[in-house]
């Protein structure tokens, strides 16, 4: 069974410029959570989508926009990039409530 | 809101020593509770959960108990290995209706020296 995968590993873009991430659920999951982890932070809640619709929300401006597809693979988009985006980013998939499981993250700098 | 709070780091032990971080998280609702570990240069991995009170979560020689009158689910090991050496997030999620998110706590810093 193959775990939940992101790319890229790492990226590096200036202000302004805007970036895509990618994740893929583990198999079967329908529903992906999208998490921003500063340096030396808890991660924290951006959005989640379910069966391609988003599905709820954390306190991120609209600039971060996602997307999902019918194989439930999913994108998180951030438009307009500031100092502050550099962070880990993770993707969780899951069945159910009680069990996220979360990739690798993908590390992006913001210069 | 709801919240969870851990103690603040770093922790630093010799091997073979008791763990105990501490976590507490804000009673509203009905929380299931987590512990996540995180290895240099990695994503989460699930390390135990628990969803009810009284629930005992234990994986890997940890262990945590979900305390309601105390707000409490405190991470344990009995014996600490180098190879323990990580950072450690105790979480919350809740359900908002149609959708649940995870609630991390700002993470706890081990360090295992042989």
């Known amino acids: 069974e193959t775990g939940v995968t992101q790319s890229p590993t790492h990226l590096i873009k200036t202000r302004g410029q805007q970036v895509t991430l990618r994740c893929s659920s583990q198999?079967?999951?329908?529903?992906v959570s999208w998490y921003q982890q500063a340096l030396g932070q808890g991660p924290q809640f951006i959005f989640q989508?379910?069966?391609?619709?988003?599905?709820g929300r954390g306190n991120f401006p609209p600039r971060f926009s996602g997307l999902q597809f019918p194989n439930y693979s999913s994108e998180l988009n951030v438009n307009a990039l500031e100092l502050d985006d550099s962070a880990l980013y993770l993707c969780?998939?899951?069945?159910?409530?009680?069990?996220?499981?979360f990739g690798p993250g993908t590390r992006l700098t913001v210069l | 809101g709801n919240s969870v709070t851990q103690m603040e780091g770093p922790v630093t032990l010799s091997e073979e020593a008791f763990l105990t971080i501490n976590c507490t998280y804000t009673?509203?609702?009905?929380?299931?509770l987590f512990w996540y570990v995180q290895y240099p240069g990695e994503g989460l991995q699930l390390l135990l959960k628990?969803?009810?009170?009284?629930d005992k979560g234990s994986n890997k020689g940890f262990e945590a108990t979900y305390r309601k009158e105390t707000t409490s689910f405190h991470l344990e090991k009995g014996s600490v290995q180098v190879s323990d050496s990580a950072v450690y997030f105790c979480?919350?999620?809740?359900?908002?209706?149609?959708?649940?998110?995870?609630?991390f706590g700002k993470g706890t810093l081990l360090t295992v020296n042989p």
């Open positions: 989508y379910y069966r391609e619709e988003e599905n």
């Open positions: 198999s079967g999951h329908n529903t």
């Open positions: 979480a919350r999620v809740d359900s908002g209706g149609s959708n649940y998110k995870l609630t």
């Open positions: 969780a998939s899951s069945l159910d409530i009680n069990e996220q499981f």
């Open positions: 628990a969803t009810k009170a009284d």
């Open positions: 009673a509203t609702g009905y929380p299931s």
